[in-house]
């Protein structure tokens, strides 16, 4: 009786689950880019923990053999143009208002300085954004869904084929993954995906949670102050909710990729993502 009951329970909220998701497409998604006919072989896609120093100092010629993804103010670093990455990703709608404090402005002034070709993605929803109607001839722009899908797999998978959705984005990793997919790439390799979010939490004596999160650049006192507002009124479960978030969705992906016949390869030394299997850099 009592896995019946179970089984039962299972039954209504993968139902509930996944009629929500089918709402959410239809209330929020739009066409994104098609995706690629063609199959691709390598990609490594660069988060911007701290452990992406590493990998570009001691394995920098293995990454320069493999087409690139690289994600949010990454172009402010020195090291963008020396990479020059196939693929550049943004998902949060921060960077489209120039307006906010920080480096938005010099992350667009940067983009507009590439002279190689470039795959930029952002989401279908910015589709008008005047600051796209500035970029380059070299940079091509595609677009994405954020629609967070879940429920049963056949529909959620038939959902993340089509490019209408995908596993809740907590953060960039996980569009870019998706993208990578889409576009056809056999193997993606994550580096710089340190995730170790909660080695650098703490909660002040005035009952307020500080979120350090280090990338590999350097950030200026501007974007450190634009971090410290975004989380002046968010509380430590919120936080760990996220965290938890991300983690799950992680093993969402590597599912639907398996099921595409495509292999993620986690290369970041001590990253807290434990949906992937590990290799070095230096073995692709």
């Not at 004596?205 to 979120?211: A, G, L, T």
Request: net charge positive; with cysteine.
């Amino acid at each position: 009786m009592k896995k019946l009951l179970e089984k039962l329970q299972g039954g209504v909220s993968g139902f509930t689950s996944t009629l929500g998701s089918l709402i959410k497409v239809g209330v929020m998604s739009r066409k994104p880019s098609e995706a690629s006919a063609s199959a691709k072989g390598t990609l490594i896609i660069m988060g911007n923990g701290p452990s992406l120093r590493t990998a570009i100092d001691e394995d920098g010629e293995v990454m320069r053999k493999y087409d690139l993804l690289s994600v949010n103010f990454a172009p402010l670093a020195p090291d963008f143009a020396q990479l020059r990455p196939e693929i550049h990703v943004m998902a949060d709608g921060v960077f489209f208002d120039e307006s906010l404090p920080g480096n938005v402005g010099q992350l667009w002034e940067a983009l507009r300085k590439v002279d190689w070709p470039m795959t930029l993605y952002v989401p279908a929803e910015r589709k008008n954004s005047a600051l796209l109607a500035a970029m380059p001839q070299l940079i091509t722009v595609k677009y994405f869904n954020l629609t967070p899908v879940e429920g049963w797999r056949t529909v959620r998978n038939a959902i993340y084929r089509k490019g209408l959705g995908m596993p809740r984005p907590r953060n960039v990793l996980i569009p870019s993954i998706m993208i990578g997919i889409r576009e056809g790439y056999r193997t993606i390799a994550l580096v710089g995906a340190d995730h170790s979010w909660s080695k650098t939490l703490w909660v002040t004596d005035n009952n307020r949670v500080v979120s350090v999160q280090p990338h590999f650049y350097k950030d200026n006192e501007k974007e450190r102050e634009r971090v410290e507002s975004v989380y002046k009124d968010i509380r430590l479960h919120q936080i760990y909710e996220s965290f938890a978030v991300a983690f799950r969705s992680y093993f969402a992906i590597e599912e639907f990729a398996r099921k595409e016949g495509v292999q993620i390869w986690n290369c970041t030394p001590g990253s807290f993502i434990d949906a992937f299997p590990r290799k070095p850099l230096s073995s692709l």
